[in-house]
């Protein structure tokens, strides 16, 4: 029944006419109002909205070089302040006094500012840390400087003023005849002494000296560059770094011969790089084609190796010797169709506002290390090169029948000892192994995870470091600060709170920033030192406009898997006009994993697919399901292993049961699900078999065929089979569960939806679901998203109401909105200016 009104109803008066006997019929049309999604509501909590309710959630800290102190920015209803922090003294103060300051900028600039509207830009400390510069951007159009073409109507731009700020005297100056720099280009890799530059171009590397590399940076076509070739052989797909792939056709045109980026890791001393070449040249193809590009629609065309297919990438290491300008080709081979990859050293926090910031490998100046992988993914090494020789040598084997997982090796004393994070005991926890690979002890231990190296003190061998899932009574998915000594004694909580940590520490591990929060409880952020004591206390998040709305925070919950052993964890959002006596209907928020199950566990900004959704009238719940977030155990996490469609369904069924049978208020016979990607794979799946129990879903981008989906997730987590035949060749073999196989079983309301030039998840996977749909004879709706990528881009907004709609109709039954063409909400939002 499309309309949940009469239409007519048939009231009969009788009246006799004494000379005729004739009856008399009076027909009256009167509508009944049916059951309402509550848009209204709903449309109070879009990302637009939220963003002006909802400002500064965490600190983010700029730690300075010459002490401990650090600064950040924090926004409030009230508007933006910028903070100093001494941590050895206990202080906290506004760098400068909004109002003065705006006062003095108004005056220079001529532009009206006051102290809560001052658009700083680009803050950054002086070297001395006495002075800080920023940039004002005024009203004022000027001619572009480096303009091309005078007529153009892109030659204006805003005047920007710059500013010095000295911070002992509150002396406020402009910087005069401020030129503010054009952005350094992104296909420069400069080694640390910036010496030189190396980049890709005709798909050979080169480089140019620093001089030169200032031309380009001023103007790319500048004739007088001189740039010299270190490669001659490299080709499209078989190239130095990038080549363009995925470039449409009309871009080929243009950039084939324009510079490009390199990604190479220099050494520490500037002699040496190390660059990974690819040799995709066999891959096969694929194409999306943009139907809404000016003129002629665009082919893009890039390499996309699918599960099971021999035709592989060809990974090599290539060690260049700069000063020589010679390159070898390192022997790195131990499994077909293997990877290498060479890990970068890990940044400093103090050189974040560094504008130059060189990519260096981590090792030495005699030392790379590097990682290589099989294909079946069930064996890893820890390697190192000896730049001297060229020698590859194996430090650590990680050996698994299900897939290993890995991180970036911490090294002690410039690689006498080595950190190192594994999961072979069914935990991630980290070792300690000497120089050779010797492993010397266990650091931590026991059924938690640990997650990585915050900071490692060499001299009083201390490991700081994350983990979750220790802590006695509280989400195992919550995130605390630890500190251990090397040998696996002193096992020390530094951020005790049954909360989700995030952690900033600085580089010389004596403080961190704590950002804490759950899903109900409003964000804090306290200052502590490393032996977990608080300095103080910064800031606690404002949500007085968020809660002046009606806002309610969600509520946590724990249920059991559908093995009846397992804990999961979930989080329901109700409607902020909850009325408890109300019957309704439950939707999910689904995303599989294994990388996350897309729950939160801290207060979140994003409120789109679980608070908003809600407001239309439903109990929105997300939860976890076995095979889901890495951050638990090793059986917990590969539990989808082998059986990539169906893992987690069961489990996602029971939850919504359990709570139920808890909760009255939920209706279990309206039960929606919906999910994007994987949760849009995921989404489709639990329509198909669960037929009786999910009564409408919202796909979106999902990878419904996992067959076509990328060789690097789909063989990972389903797992591939390594075939060695009795002459040694090596095959791998694949075979995976489909949804369109299970297109016959569907039952109930589906929407699918894609980008139709996803290259992430290729809209083919969301066309053969809708094609085996037809053939088994199924409505659904299909919907095309048009020039969008995986994430929907623009249209962001418009699908949101799209899903809506289509739960609104199937679950609440509202068809109100069906004879609308416009989506008011949406309409309300834009400024109409014609």
Known sequence: MNRLYILFLLILSIGFNASSQTKTFTITEATVAGPKANYQLASRFSPNKIRKMVYSTAIDPHWLKLSNRFWYEYETPNGKEWYIVDPVVKSKKKIFDNASLAAEITTIIRDPFDAQHLPLENLKFSSDEKNISFEVRSTVDELKKDRKDKKAADSLQKKVFYFNYALSSSVLTEVPNYSK???????????PDSSAIIFTKKYNLYWMDKENYKKAVKNEDDSTIV???????????????????????????KSDKKRRRAFVLWSPNSKYFVLNRTDSRKVKDLWVINNITAGRPTLETYKYQMPGETEAPIDEMLLFDFGAKTYKKLNTAAFKDQSVSAWSAPSLNKDRDNEFRPAVWLGNNSKIYFSRTSRDLKRVDICTVDINTGTVSQLIDERFNTYVEIVRPGLVNDGKEIIHWSERDGWGHFYLFDANGKLKNQITKGAFHTESIVNIDEKNRILYFTANGREAKEDPYYYHLYRINFDGTGLKLLNAGDFDHAINMNDEAKFFVDNYSRVNTVPKSVLMDNTGAVVMNLETTDLSLLMATGYKFPEPFKVKADDGITD???????????????????????????????????????????????QFGYIVITVGNRGGNPARSKWYHTF????????????????????????????ASRVGITGHSGGGFMSTAAMLVYPDFFKAAVSNAGNHDNSIYNRWWSEKHHGVKEIISAKGDTTFKYSIDKNPDLAKNLKGHLMLMTGDIDNNVHPANTIRVANALMKAGKRFEFVIVPGQRHGFGDLTEYTFWKLADHFNKYLIGDFSQSDEVSILEMDREIEQKK
Request: cysteine-free; hydrophobic content about 30%; overall charge negative.
């Open 181 to 191: 720099p054009k952005a350094k280009p992104g296909w420069g890799s400069v080694a």
């Open 227 to 253: 740039e010299h070739e270190l490669t001659k052989d490299g080709v499209k797909f078989y190239s130095y770094g990038s080549d363009g792939d995925g470039e449409n056709n009309e871009d080929i045109l």
């Open 568 to 614: 999961i964890y979930g989080v329901m959002y109700k409607p902020f006009d909850f009325d408890p006596a109300k019957k309704y209907p439950i939707i999910e928020y689904v995303y599989p994993g294994p990388q996350t199950e897309a729950v939160n566990k801290s207060f979140s900004k994003s409120m789109d697919r679980t608070e908003r959704l809600a």
């Open 640 to 667: 989808g292993y082998g059986n990539l469609r169906d893992y987690g369904l069961a489990d996602k069924k029971a939850a919504i049961e359990q709570l139920a049978d808890r909760n009255k208020f939920i209706d």
